[in-house]
């Protein structure tokens, strides 16, 4: 395995950045992703691990005793139209990597490469973890399944965002990320004719009033200081314009940062739309999905991440936010840390004219590289309580 500068290496990231980008895949489906992830790391001699899962890519670096830091990377695209005009544009029509998990697979194969240079001085063992569909299906909970974090006793994440310098470093001890829940609820009433609507019962006026009470729940459930949001994103009714229709349906989605909140909103839910429901004679049928939980740093990790990133990263207090990552799924097993990486004034995440920032890569390849030397030795030396 021959050695590249700190120059080569990162213009040869930027490369494979690119390519993954032109070639975006949706959640369970990175077959290209999966087998160029793998052809590179057996390129530079680094072990790949077995997995019953179709697509994902894990390996090991390190020695067999010792601890073991896993480090996490997302591979997965979004259903989006490219619009931003880079030179390097997705080629695949309605796929988009519009939330720069390609920046993130460089920076891991980044760290994975400084990391087999340095193989034999590790203090335990590092594993890398390629994750399938953090947009959707899970891909956490499919990793975990595997048994991918079987011997794991740490595991380090990190995102780029936007609007903030290129390469700023924010870390935060507690929850830094939302939990998600979905829902999608059916109101079937009596269609008639739209001159008489005194034969029918309207879905339609049922579902107007479910929408305006439930924008009540977390305005006068919540505490202020408490953090939820409601949204209601899709919302369909009837086919024409003189027919009562004898359905009708809206979904959304709720973030909240604590379980507490969480449990107040799904009960104030409930009560409202069956309620509601019940006052304009219709029915209503509710699917209520329970998503990841809220992605909550372990305090003790933290502390050693932010000194670490210190000495070669500007770092930053992260500001909680209301988004959600399934990475919250493997802080329930093994304790963690997932930050923030600034990708510079750009547009928001999930939109088509989203840009990555390629001065992201080299900072997230020395994130995970420079950290997991750090904790193998503090956790091999040192008494640390890794307590959930």
Known sequence: MTGLSKSELEQQLIGYRHDFHQYPELADNEVRTTAKITAILQDWGIKILPTHLKTGVFAEIGIQSGPVVGLRADIDALPIQENSGVAFSSKIPGVMHACGHDTH???????????????KQLAGKVKLIFQLSEEDKEGALQVIQDGQ???????LGFHNTPHHATGEVGIRAGIVNGAIDKFKVTLRGLGTHASKPE??????????????????????????????????????????????????????????ASASSREIIKKRFLDVVNYTAKAHQVTADIDWYAGDPSVNNHTELVDIVKDETSKFASVYEQEPALGSDDFACYQITVP????????????????????????????GSQFFEKNAIRLLQDLKHHAINLAL
Do not use: C, M
């Open 105 to 119: 697979i460089a920076a891991l194969l980044g760290a994975a490469y400084l990391l087999k240079q340095q193989e």
């Open 149 to 155: 974090l079987q011997d794991v006793d740490a595991i």
């Open 199 to 256: 034969r029918g019962h309207d879905p339609i006026v049922a579902l107007g009033a479910e929408i305006s009470a439930l924008q009540s729940i977390v305005s006068r459930n919540l505490n202020a200081f408490e953090a939820g949001v409601l949204s209601i994103t899709h919302v369909n009714a009837g086919n024409t314009w003189n027919i009562l229709p004898e359905e009708a349906f809206f979904e959304g989605t709720v973030r909240t």
């Open 336 to 363: 963690g840390v997932y930050v923030n990486i600034g990708n510079g004034e750009n547009i928001d995440l999930h939109n088509d004219h989203f840009k990555s920032d390629d001065g992201v890569i080299f900072v």
